[in-house]
DNA sequence: ACCTGAACACCGTTCAAGT
DNA sequence: ACCTGAACACCGTTCAAGT
């Protein structure tokens, strides 16, 4: 109100749109080549324009996962409890397959998992819970699950060296050529794993998604949660 | 045999021997700091000579992880299944905590579970086989190991912005004035969680090891994958 | 308040030149 | 064969200066 400020330009820096050119860079570039200078290019600024609305590269790259998780949202608690898990991690692993560049960001990094996931947090314990889960147990509960969701969908799209290039096809021989003497049930078993599953792919999740296999480490969670609530170790 | 080397030098440099220096320094300074140049100091030397034993810094740092992956020695595959599996993830999970500076680099790129890791993948593939695992099912256990093992360790030994500075009070303080009416389970289990659990721990796997989430991680996923066998859901 | 323009201390990598 | 020395094209960040 004080200044002269054209309110109406589209083109205004601020800490939003500079994490929104950010999300869109870091798309198209990868976060290999994610740079300040390259931002500041691309918002049509000087480099040192951003560092007015943004304190740090690692501060902007910690408000872009943010939003990421923040943009994700909660089933109903009031779901049973194995589907609501199941629906919460189909969730995150979509909203993390949307911005796939920037996964490495949340899962290699403590910042990520922070109070931003705080509701998150919460409605698991809540829903945990309720399935029987107490203390000791309803903890070892909530981090089987985080630990799931997160580490399952940050190794499914670790960063592959080339999109496509030469290295991809020696991934490629090195599967097709293995000796059938040393590892004969690689080689045995050579279709159904190759690039569909780890150690095995050439191309990262975002190319190649494993979804049968993220639904198999599901299962397997909630079918391993389900025994344990059975036995009484739920705490 | 040609030339007049010294060659009991013991600061001869080789391909090994900078894969070896490089594993000292991301160990005392940590994968953000680590530099081509900073290495060559280190080494004593220039750093374009680095180039004439290694092709690259993403080339040398894939070496860095071959190696760590490869020093981890095999459990016998005549172990009962779920003993081999909790042994391998065991190893692994030591291994890692061993180099936890270079574990981003397994964990959040594709080059490191590759072929170096094929006896890892060959003898799990075995050990499933002989628990009665076949075909499309081997591979979804497969994946399922491999997910936990190589997933949870990675999000365990994410980075941390300090190694203790005002960034961990900050969350500590977070989770400590948590309001309970928003977040009445994780004002309610503010103790069980306080660094202990993903998203409300404030230091990275490597100062605080999450070692009963890791085992109760491993026990859900045994648990999980023997009730698939019961079903007929191993192939 | 918000951005420019220049500067500083770094990078990774290449390449001719030395030995 | 193996390393030096200089150079190139980049970084992230700071800071005085402009408006």
Redesign the interface.
Known sequence: VTGARAEGDSSALSAESIVEAALLLLERDGLDAFSMRGLARECGVYPAALYWHVTDK?RLLALVTMRIVGDIDIPDPRLPWDTWVAEMARRYRRALHRHAAAS?LI?????S???N??????TL??VL?GAGFR??G???????V???M???V???L????DLDGP?QQQ?RD?LDR?DPE?????AA?RA??AN?????????GSAAP?D??FE??L??????????LDDGAGG
Chains 1, 2 share one sequence.
């Open positions: 690692e490495p899962s290699g990094h403590l910042v998992n922070s109070a996931a705080f509701p998150i947090a919460e314990l809540e819970s203390m000791a309803l903890v070892d509960a909530y981090n089987v985080v630990g799931f997160i580490g399952f940050g190794l499914e670790a960063r592959a060296p290295w991934r090195e293995v040393v590892f004969p049930r690689l078993h159904l794993l569909r599953a780890f150690i095995t792919r050439w191309q990262s494993m049968a296999a198999a480490s299962d397997v969670v909630l079918r391993g949660l389900r025994a344990r």
